[in-house]
Nanobody, 125 residues
Framework: VQLQACGGGLVQAGGSLRLSCAASGRTFSYAMGWFRQATGKEREFVAAIAWRSGSTYYADAVKGRFTISRDNAKNTVYLQMNSLIPEDTAVYYC????????????????????WGQGTQVTVSS
């Protein structure tokens, strides 16, 4: 699976961005996730979506502001980010989980098999 993430940029607090992650190659996965890593911090879970059911999962920090969705026909996952705050500043990565179907695994980056290259999101105050 090859993952290509895009859509990052610089935005003022309160603004919005939409990230995209297109999958190619062996595109099957049980779930797709978004993670982020701020400078000097560990990578953290943001959101995940079960590929077949469309069930979604969010970190508490983004719940109600971010929305993850998928387009099966395009093998693409999106992360709509609204009401952005400076604390959302980070490099955002998409990832594919191909070995485990249980949602227990969705929030932990250790279980994901394939990763995109990351896209920078910067929120100014």
């Amino acid at each position: 699976v090859q993952l290509q993430a895009c859509g990052g940029g610089l935005v003022q607090a309160g603004g919005s961005l939409r990230l995209s992650c297109a999958a190619s190659g062996r595109t099957f996965s049980y779930a797709m996730g978004w993670f982020r890593q701020a400078t000097g911090k560990e990578r953290e879970f943001v959101a995940a979506i079960a590929w077949r059911s469309g069930s979604t999962y969010y970190a508490d920090a983004v719940k109600g502001r971010f929305t993850i969705s998928r387009d099966n026909a395009k093998n693409t996952v999106y992360l709509q980010m609204n009401s952005l705050i400076p604390e959302d500043t980070a490099v955002y990565y998409c990832a594919a989980l191909t070995r485990y179907s249980n949602s227990y695994y969705y929030r932990n980056d250790a279980w994901y098999d394939y990763w995109g290259q990351g896209t920078q999101v910067t929120v100014s105050s």
